[in-house]
């Protein structure tokens, strides 16, 4: 398959889609963690911009990842009505509803992947499903949504929620209780390995 994945600077799905013999690009405005090179694996600019630029059709599959700051709940302080970045939070919503919708003529199938937020209240709709780390091998928490368009829901791979309930808060919310860094955004939103082989090996092998 063609395959193209929004917003993903770390290569998880790129390099997983890969390993399947798929032909992949990853995008986003920030370079690949990795070092992939521009011209090669990792396409470096604004995911609208690298969507326009294709054809119609062009896309097996489109997998987005846009960027949550200002869409998820936890940022109700800073970004919920009347706060002073609401108007960012509108301007986000915009932005990934134009995004989901030009991703939908450019592919054949499209997920977008998001934490729980404010997408719900777009046209875009209530997620076609959530899943949790530990239901993929991971005994940590973060509720996290799907969009989807022509693709099945992804099938846990490996349920650990018995590890997972004996832990303690600090570990069952690891990414909630990491410390402040300059990329501690980064860690927050990067695919669980476990998620990651469950979409590779789940929608990397439809027709």
Not at 96 to 106: C, E, G, S, Y
Not at 150 to 169: A, G, R, S
Not at 176 to 185: G, K, N
Request: a negative charge.
């Amino acid at each position: 398959m063609k395959i193209a994945i929004l917003c993903e600077t770390s290569g998880t799905i790129r390099e997983l889609m890969r390993e399947k013999g798929h032909d992949v690009i990853s995008c986003d405005t920030l370079p690949a963690d990795d070092l992939s090179p521009s011209d090669g694996h990792h396409w470096q600019g604004d995911a609208m911009k690298f969507l326009e630029d294709s054809d119609d059709g062009e896309f097996d599959l489109i997998i987005g990842h846009p960027p949550c700051t200002a869409l998820a709940v936890s940022g109700n302080r800073w970004y919920g009505q009347g706060m002073e970045k609401h108007a960012k939070r509108l301007e986000a919503m915009q932005w990934t509803v134009d995004l989901w919708n030009l991703a939908k003529r450019k592919a054949k199938r499209v997920a977008f992947e998001n934490p729980v937020g404010v997408l719900g209240h777009t046209e875009m709709g209530k997620a076609s499903f959530y899943t949790q780390p530990w239901e993929h091998g991971h005994p940590e928490s973060k509720r996290t949504g799907f969009w989807t368009w022509n693709l099945p829901k992804l099938k846990e791979t490996d349920n650990v929620k018995e590890v997972y309930d004996t832990l303690p808060k600090r570990e069952q919310q690891r990414l909630h209780y990491l410390p402040p860094s300059p990329d501690r955004w980064k860690l927050r939103s990067k695919t669980y390995m476990g998620i990651g082989l469950a979409i590779a090996n789940q929608w990397g092998e439809l027709d």
